[in-house]
């Protein structure tokens, strides 16, 4: 054990988090108590669990935070393993990206669409469904009844240009907001389709089924056959819409019901949301218990991780065992739903039924992902294992940096750094570098004011010259960029390792670098003359050849994006006081930029943001530049 135990007389018999850090000031784990003094005695008076003691061992020093209460120590627990992310605290990974039926409601004409990913401003989504044909299927029957816009804004503003609805208007399908002149569709009403569109995706069908079936039978009273024939149909779609959630209980409660399956290092959970007794979505973790937690514990964290940032708190919530801390638990959930939020284990009746449901979903996930695992898992450990041994390392490289230089003559030269942990991509920590100071075309250059860059970092915040770490709220720009891999991989040969070895010396660093020639058999190694021949076929060559590629894309990425934005550039660009915002303005005013240039200043101060002094700089500034082909026509 390395980590100084502190005095306890100076430690607060009060709630707070704690967290232990390591020698390069890395937090390594996140921990709450309602008392910290004995809790954290925790740590030094018994024997500890070999996940604990592993934690003890990586650590050197513990720090505390106080929290006002039992709720304000959960949440500030929660924000500090967001934060920085400890190796040893559990992870939790969606087993995939679940898509959503989102509605842009921040739009004035919003729009239908699937999403994925993280909540956004201005939209509502409605899910997580299984699979994206399963919105695009519900879609496809919803907009028969309410027939809001589903096309792209670039398509949008293409018809509105045109000054003509498309297709999906013609068949009934949408209401025409890209030309409401023509269509006569005004923002109260089409804000009224969206909002009923969205209370029938919050489970509300029976005002929409009733109205329906009112009007049907009007028209069809009215021998009005082709409208009733019409509003036949629109039902049959609302219904159509309404049985692909599947019914799960015989009252219309609202609840999420959690399942789980586990083994000592791992364990999978699933949620289905009922809404209205129907299964309105569903999600599912995978997690890596790097800590010693048990089943209540866990299922704690868990309603941690899934209502913190959550767009809707039940009143109801069904778990397969009791939360540690379950008051503590009920009170937060109910300060963010605004009522009372029970939790509950059931034993008996639909409930119990349900659970055992979710749960056999939670058993298929994990096995899912232990025959996905064992071969990917066993892959990893053995192809670093591999690695370390033909470099001659003394430990397996768990953090592999990688760069990369691209470039297409000399403008727009760019770096790239990928960062491997545990053989996988960790996306979190890459960086790109826009090259500032190498005249021309140097590939060498290029590379040494990457390097330069980037251990001149390492070397002030991350290495053994940096200060001592601060408190826990410490910048988390520290958090990634200043930690040492454990093997730096330079694209190129010979020349390019020459440089790594040149800027690790001038810095001060010992840290082990390789460079991997085009030819990926071909590996050279410091002080070496003839390049290391790694077999075909074997794991550490499959990590180096990921690595090479990863690098590879990231720096052309970057590079394509900046000769994007180059070739993109307009005369608006260049005048003083038009920035994106008047930029775009201006263009969906006029259309294009030769129509901009036939405008005379009072017709551009019509464009909303812009004023007298601005238009006369504009136009005057459009007239004193050539028009693209004037000169070649000149020149003729």
């Not at 409208?227 to 599947?246: C, G, H, M, P, T």
């Not at 659970?355 to 232990?370: G, I, M, S, Y």
């Not at 030269?413 to 090259?435: A, C, H, N, Q, T």
């Not at 958090?479 to 810095?507: C, H, N, T």
Request: hydrophobic share 40%; aromatic share 8%; with cysteine.
């Amino acid at each position: 054990m390395t980590v100084p135990r502190p005095d306890s007389s100076q430690i607060p018999d009060e709630p707070g988090a704690y967290l232990f850090r390591d020698r390069d000031g890395r937090v390594v784990y996140v921990g709450k108590a309602l008392s910290l003094r004995k809790r954290l005695a925790s740590y030094w008076g018994r024997p500890l669990h070999p996940r604990t003691e592993a934690m003890m061992a990586a650590a050197s020093r513990v720090e505390w935070i106080l929290a006002s209460g039992e709720v304000d120590a959960l949440m500030l627990e929660y924000n500090l393993i967001k934060a920085h992310r400890p190796r040893f605290n559990i992870r939790y990974r969606d087993d995939k990206s679940y898509p959503y039926l989102a509605l842009t409601v921040s739009e004035t004409w919003p729009r239908a669409r699937v999403m994925r990913g993280p909540k956004r401003k201005g939209v509502q989504r409605f899910g997580p469904y299984g699979h994206a044909y399963a919105i695009r299927e519900t879609l496809d029957a919803l907009t028969r009844v309410f027939p809001v816009r589903t096309c792209s804004d670039a398509f949008f503003d293409q018809r509105r240009r045109a000054r003509r609805p498309c297709l999906y208007y013609d068949i009934g399908r949408c209401a025409g907001p890209c030309v409401p002149e023509s269509t006569g569709i005004t923002e109260a009403a089409y804000g009224e389709l969206v909002a009923s569109l969205a209370d029938f995706l919050g489970g509300n069908y029976k005002p929409v089924l009733r109205r329906l079936e009112a009007e049907r039978k009007e028209a069809a009273g009215g021998e009005e056959f082709e409208r009733a024939a019409v509003l036949r149909d629109k039902l049959s779609a609302a219904r159509r819409a309404i049985e692909s959630q599947e019914m799960v209980l015989d009252r219309s409660d609202d609840l999420d019901v959690i399942g789980m399956e586990e083994d000592d290092l791992e364990a999978a959970l699933q949620v289905f949301h009922v809404r209205r007794g129907r299964v309105m979505g569903r999600r599912g973790w995978v997690v890596d218990k790097v800590e010693d937690i048990d089943r209540s514990a866990l299922i704690s964290s868990f309603l941690r991780e899934l209502y913190m940032d959550a767009e809707e708190v039940p009143k109801h919530v069904l778990v397969p065992a009791w939360p540690a801390d379950r008051d503590v638990i009920e009170a937060w959930l109910t300060g963010l739903r605004g009522s009372r939020v029970r939790i509950s284990v059931p034993a008996r009746g639909d409930g119990r039924r349900l659970l055992k449901t979710v749960n056999q979903n939670a058993k298929e996930a994990f096995l899912r992902h232990k025959l996905k695992r064992a071969s990917d898992f066993g892959a990893r450990s053995r192809a670093l294992a591999d690695l370390g041994e033909a470099l001659g390392l003394d430990l397996a490289p768990l953090r592999i940096e990688a760069y990369d230089i691209s470039n297409l003559g000399p403008t727009d030269k760019v770096g790239s750094m990928v960062v491997f942990e545990d053989g996988l991509p960790k996306r979190s920590d890459y960086r790109r570098f826009e090259i500032k100071g190498v005249p021309g075309q140097d590939d060498f250059a290029s590379m040494e004011e990457v390097l330069r860059r980037r251990f001149a970092y390492l070397r002030d915040d991350g290495g053994s010259s940096r200060p001592a770490a601060g408190p826990a709220d410490e910048p988390v720009k520290r958090r990634r960029f200043a930690y040492p891999p454990s093997l730096i991989v330079v694209d190129g040969g010979r020349g390019q390792l020459g440089v790594a070895e040149k800027v690790l010396a001038d810095s001060g660093l010992a840290i082990p670098a390789i460079g991997l020639a085009k030819r990926l058999e071909e590996v050279y190694l410091p002080g070496q003359p003839e390049p290391l021949m790694i077999p075909r076929g074997s794991e550490a060559l499959f990590v180096l050849q990921h690595l090479r590629d990863e690098a590879h894309r990231f720096a052309i990425t970057y590079h394509r994006e900046k000769r994007a934005r180059r070739a993109l550039r307009s005369p608006l660009d260049d005048i003083p006081g038009v920035g994106a915002s008047r930029k775009k303005a201006l263009l969906r005013r006029f259309g294009s930029l030769a129509r901009l240039r036939t405008a005379d200043p009072d017709e551009i101060r019509q464009v909303p943001g812009v004023g007298k002094a601005l238009a006369q700089t504009i136009y005057d500034h459009l007239h004193s530049v050539t028009a693209p082909g004037q000169a070649s026509r000149k020149a003729g």
